[in-house]
């Protein structure tokens, strides 16, 4: 850490004022301070009515993904090694198969370095190529509107990365980050002015303007020939009958031993990553349990109801908590300070709008099992007309007792 921090005050000068590279001061401080503690806070409020200090909440959110982060890649690996091991591979295909030759690393389900090896090799350029197309614009609004890029788009390209399938072609990848960015959050001003998650906005466009490369059986498992369809889809086909006749079990599910998005697929880490926000007050009870009582309450109605045609109908609770996106949307991009709610009791209202909804597009659209995404930016665009009520009320209420 030493050497890193004279590495860092010896580059320093080129980036600022006056130096080769001053216009990208703002990464190079971003960096600096996400490792070590800055003697300045983030210049002004950049949440619309919140003056909290954005290099904490941001960093404490990415340190929160580390958990989902190291299971994901061993489950990205596992998945990928154990179909070369059902097709007879012997390598992988391009330069993934040359670095693992090189390296030496066999091509082995059962060993873990073998799994995360593999799955950084899938999820490293996913992420580059955030970082670095969303990066540009960044820099781009930043310079022309004279302000700092802040931590706000770490947090950003990390969700967004995670929320990708593993066999996401690079060029949608760039594209994707950059709709999310221009489109979701700096046409409306840059961070805090944001009504629309930004890390979804991007993997919405990606999933209705390339529906086959984000919804296929054969995008969960990056292998070449290889097709799957994850325990979600096959919910939507069979019920839970058709999950357990494949052969996951839950516990399966809720560790993560299944394909699916990069960080989408343990409920068990993204539940480690919720308590270390909650711990540090970072993120929303009130969404969190809101969102989950919502879930709780649909299914269980649902389970009432039941149908002779759709298996969903029957699907319980704690599958629907472990199937899909659900945990990772209710942790980490439900709970986003910008796009939520504001609100205690809008808080609320928003999380089991967005349960609600989540479960009533699984089980009612038979086109589109997964819903939490889709729930999320609904609850997005209604947070601020929520929020409004909530204070009318007050008002009300106050005026009243007066």
């Known amino acids: 850490m030493a050497r890193l921090r004279r590495f860092l005050d010896r580059i320093e000068p080129s980036f600022q004022k006056g130096g080769p590279y001053e216009k990208f001061y703002a990464l190079y401080e971003m960096v600096d301070t996400f490792i070590y503690s800055p003697a300045d806070t983030t210049r002004g409020s950049p949440h619309v009515r919140d003056g909290i200090d954005l290099k904490r909440v941001m960093s404490y959110v990415v340190v929160a993904t580390f958990p989902v982060l190291l299971l994901m890649l061993w489950n990205t690996g596992f998945q990928a090694n154990s179909a070369m091991a059902e ?103 840059g961070t805090g002015k944001n009504f629309l998650n930004p890390a979804l906005t991007g993997r919405a466009f990606l999933y209705f303007a390339y529906p086959a490369s984000m919804s296929g059986d054969a995008v969960w498992t990056a292998i070449d020939g290889y097709t799957g369809a994850t325990p979600l889809g096959l919910a939507a086909l069979g019920g839970i009958q058709a999950v357990t006749d494949a052969g996951y079990t839950w516990w399966q599910t809720f ?41 709780f309450l649909t299914s269980a109605l649902f389970n009432v109801i039941g149908s002779d045609t759709n298996p969903m109908f029957a699907m319980p609770w704690y599958w629907h908590m472990t199937l899909g996106g659900l945990a990772f949307g209710m942790v980490f991009m439900a709970t986003d300070p910008v796009s939520a709610a504001m609100t205690n009791k809008g808080r609320w209202i928003y999380g089991i709008l967005i349960g609600f909804m989540t479960v009533l597009i699984r089980v009612v659209n038979p086109a589109f099992p997964e819903g939490i995404m889709l729930a999320i930016l609904f609850g997005n665009i209604f947070a601020p007309l929520i929020d409004h009520f909530v204070v009318q009320a007050n008002v009300k209420r106050r005026l009243q007792r007066s």
């Not at 509107?145 to 390209?157: D, I, Q, Y």
């Not at 699916?260 to 409920?267: A, I, M, N």
């Not at 993204?270 to 919502?294: D, N, P």
């Open 87 to 189: 097709l007879g591979m012997a390598t992988a295909e391009g330069w993934r198969g040359w670095i693992m030759n090189t390296f030496g690393i066999a091509y082995n389900p059962q060993s873990i370095f073998s799994n995360m090896f593999h799955g950084l090799l899938y999820f490293l350029p996913i992420y580059l190529t955030t970082l670095v197309a969303g990066g540009i614009f960044e820099v781009i609004f930043a310079a022309v509107r004279n302000h700092e890029v802040n931590e706000g788009f770490l947090v950003t390209s990390m969700l967004y990365s995670l929320t990708l399938p593993p066999s996401t072609p690079l060029w949608q990848v760039a594209l994707g980050i950059i709709f999310g960015v221009v489109i979701g959050k700096e046409v409306f001003g």
């Open 255 to 295: 560790v993560g031993f299944m394909p699916g998005s990069l960080g989408e697929t343990s409920t068990l880490a993204i539940l480690f990553g919720m308590t270390f926000l909650l711990i540090t007050r970072v993120a929303s009870y009130r969404i969190m349990f809101g969102v989950f009582l919502g879930m």
